[in-house]
Nanobody
Framework: VQLQASGGGLVQAGGSLSLSCAMS????????LGWFRQAPGKEREFVAV???????DYADSVKGRYTFSTDNAKDTVYLQMNSLKPEDTAVYYC???????????????????WGQGTLVTVSS
């Protein structure tokens, strides 16, 4: 499985960005695709997850501002980020968990494959 994340950039507070994660070589079956982020000097933290069946979950810090969408023909998942805040500044990573548990998908160690990360910078 290979993941290609893109879409990061510089945006002013209150603005929007859309991140994409293109997945190739995935196995057939149930999986979870997650987004994590890591700010300078901080640990990697859970942002959002989408199960292959369509169910989604978001960190409280982004709930109501971030939304998943998909393009199944392209095996690509998008994360629309609205009302961005300076504290959203981080490198964002997408990752796939090929044997997801219900609770484990919020932990980075659960995931099997990672994309390369894309930088999001929100200026105040």
């Amino acid at each position: 499985v290979q993941l290609q994340a893109s879409g990061g950039g510089l945006v002013q507070a209150g603005g929007s960005l859309s991140l994409s994660c293109a997945m190739s070589g995935r196995t057939v079956g149930r999986y979870a695709l997650g987004w994590f982020r890591q700010a300078p000097g901080k640990e990697r933290e859970f942002v959002a997850v989408r199960w292959s069946g369509g169910r989604t979950d978001y960190a409280d810090s982004v709930k109501g501002r971030y939304t998943f969408s998909t393009d199944n023909a392209k095996d690509t998942v998008y994360l629309q980020m609205n009302s961005l805040k300076p504290e959203d500044t981080a490198v964002y990573y997408c990752a796939v968990d090929l044997e997801p548990t219900g609770w484990g998908v919020k932990y980075a160690d659960e995931y099997d494959y990672w994309g390369q990360g894309t930088l999001v910078t929100v200026s105040s």
